[in-house]
T-cell receptor, first 109, second 110 residues
Framework: GIQVEQSPPDLILQEGANSTLRCNFS?????LQWFHQNPWGQLINLFYIPSGTKQNGRLSATTVATERYSLLYISSSQTTDSGVYFC???????????FGKGTKLTVNP | SQTIHQWPATLVQPVGSPLSLECTVE??????LYWYRQAAGRGLQLLFYSVGIGQISSEVPQNLSASRPQDRQFILSSKKLLLSDSGFYLC?????????FGPGTRLTVL
């Protein structure tokens, strides 16, 4: 099956810093989503982005489907950005998501 | 707007006891429904998915089963819990590719 690799596994930032999280996948996809898991475990949808670029406030994402990677940018990080960020993909006509292992982000005040 | 509910939020059960977790979706019709488990650590693993009432596909062999008795209701069950069933169980729904997750149930088997 498809493999999803996220990097870095852990990231520690000072408040106000910018960061880039990466997601590599091993095959073509028709669905790519970024999630933020907060300290209570809730998975919050950030982007549905099988290709192209999207922005939402301080967050933006780019997926280059032909090169099989996606990037999540966080600018001017805040302590509330802390948590685990997951990339998940689906192939072909399937809606079954395969998750990466996540990037654990800690933003210190 | 669509809303997804899960209950209970937390559960502590002894080994060998039965399990029933419920997930319901509001505000949409004929959604695809999913059960995922997140074990200690971070990864999420798809357990079951359903494209309609009574239609269940299992992704991994395990001690669990799923049922969909109504269009917007998805139930995860076990007849006898194992220690290895402990984890965080998340229900999700989708209509047009994008999936949305419920708040989850944290299960501890002692």
């Amino acid at each position: 099956g498809i493999q999803v690799e996220q990097s870095p596994p852990d990231l520690i930032l000072q408040e106000g810093a910018n960061s880039t999280l990466r997601c590599n996948f091993s095959d073509s996809v028709n669905n790519l989503q970024w999630f933020h898991q907060n300290p209570w475990g809730q998975l919050i949808n950030l982007f549905y982005i099988p290709s192209g670029t999207k922005q939402n406030g301080r967050l933006s994402a780019t997926t280059v489907a032909t090169e099989r990677y996606s990037l999540l940018y966080i600018s001017s990080s805040q302590t509330t950005d802390s948590g685990v960020y997951f990339c998940a993909v689906a192939q072909g006509g399937s809606e079954k998501l395969v998750f990466g292992k996540g990037t654990k982000l800690t933003v210190n005040p | 707007s669509q809303t997804i509910h899960q209950w209970p939020a937390t559960l502590v059960q002894p080994v060998g006891s039965p399990l029933s977790l419920e997930c319901t979706v509001e505000g949409t019709s004929n959604p695809n429904l999913y059960w995922y488990r997140q074990a200690a650590g971070r990864g999420l693993q798809l357990l079951f998915y359903s494209v309609g009432i009574g239609q269940i596909s299992s992704e991994v062999p395990q001690n669990l089963s799923a049922s969909r008795p109504q269009d917007r209701q998805f139930i995860l069950s076990s007849k006898k819990l194992l220690l290895s069933d402990s984890g965080f169980y998340l229900c999700a729904w989708s209509a047009y590719n994008e999936q949305f997750f419920g708040p989850g149930t944290r299960l501890t088997v002692l």
